[in-house]
């Protein structure tokens, strides 16, 4: 098989398991009730790995086409604004966190988990025309360092499962 033509078929199958995650934590009861949008982000496993297997590029790629998917299937036009200002950010963050490299996977997912948070809130802030929504970012820096830690130590088992020279 070429490798143009391998790399093209491993980045489909990891966009079929994001999206199947996707759907899996859609199906999931929400994890504390009276704070919307908090959820594990079982789908940015795959992007960890892709975004250290492969890179920014295809990291990108794959969560976009994520996104646009889950949207279409399942949800609707802001919420994929929502998505894209947050994957849009968090993708930007682990890049150069990646690239310094002085943190391991789980401190860059972390980075990634609490960046996708501050994305989203921008995004809604400029959108509802309120700063109030900033206050908010205190709940989400938690959470989005707890999800971000368990997302990070699922994509490093998975590195050190599927080895470089196997892609």
């Known amino acids: 098989m070429r490798p143009a033509t ?4 491993l980045l489909g199958l990891c966009t079929a398991v ?3 995650l996707a759907y899996m934590e859609s199906m999931l009861p929400p994890l504390f009730h009276g704070i919307p949008g908090i959820k594990i982000g079982l789908p940015n496993i795959i992007i960890v790995f892709v975004l250290y297997r492969f890179g920014l590029w295809e990291a990108a790629v794959v969560s976009f086409i994520r996104m646009l998917a889950i949207s279409f299937m399942f949800g609707n036009l802001m919420a994929l ?3 894209l200002a947050g994957a849009f950010l968090s993708l930007l963050v682990m890049a ?3 690239k310094m490299k002085f943190l391991s996977p789980v401190g860059v997912s972390v980075a990634g988990g609490v960046f996708h948070n501050v994305g989203q809130i921008l995004a809604a802030m400029v959108l509802l025309g309120t700063a109030e929504l900033g206050y908010y970012l205190i709940v989400l820096t938690i959470t989005g360092t707890v999800s971000g830690i368990f997302v990070g130590l699922c994509g490093a088992i998975i590195m050190k499962r599927i ?3 196997f892609i």
């Open 96 to 98: 150069v966190l990646k």
């Open 81 to 83: 604004v929502y998505s």
């Open 6 to 9: 391998k790399k093209m078929a």
């Open 18 to 20: 994001a999206l199947v």
């Open 163 to 165: 080895p470089k020279k």
